[in-house]
């Protein structure tokens, strides 16, 4: 459940933040970006993980907070923080709640969507993480 007091699951605002950190991305930088990420994750040992989160068949394996802080730069955490008025293990919490179901919303076909359906799925998802920040404060 995202921001734990929540009745029902709302992404959060962690992804955005990541990718403004190092200035606005366009489409294809932010889809790179993404890719990075996984191709990162599975690196560190979560490749089970984000396969299940890729593969349409299959049930999302879940994540801790302390595996993704151990597979990402504490840098990734700590300046969401800040931004956020969180603390460091609160975004790796809620960015472990977000992430599995965020990935698997965006493959449905078993791989990254193409631009112009990229760019559609982070407007939506824009949305409700900018709706739902101001309640994860």
Known sequence: MFCHDH??????Q???DVGQAEGEL????AQDELARLLVHLTDQGLGDQVESWIDPSADNEGVSAAQLQAA?????????AGKQGMTAAQVAAEFAAFL?????SLTPRGDLPADDEFDDFLAQWGLALEQSVSACR
């Not at 009745?7 to 959060?12: I, S």
């Not at 366009?26 to 930088?29: F, N, S, W």
């Not at 990402?72 to 969401?80: C, G, I, K, R, S």
Request: aromatic letters at 8%; a negative charge; hydrophobic letters at 50%.
């Open 72 to 80: 990402l730069p504490a840098q990734v955490f700590t300046e969401v």
């Open 100 to 104: 599995p179901e965020f990935i698997d």
């Open 7 to 12: 009745a029902e699951p709302q992404p959060n």
């Open 14 to 16: 962690i992804v955005v």
């Open 26 to 29: 366009t489409m294809a930088e």
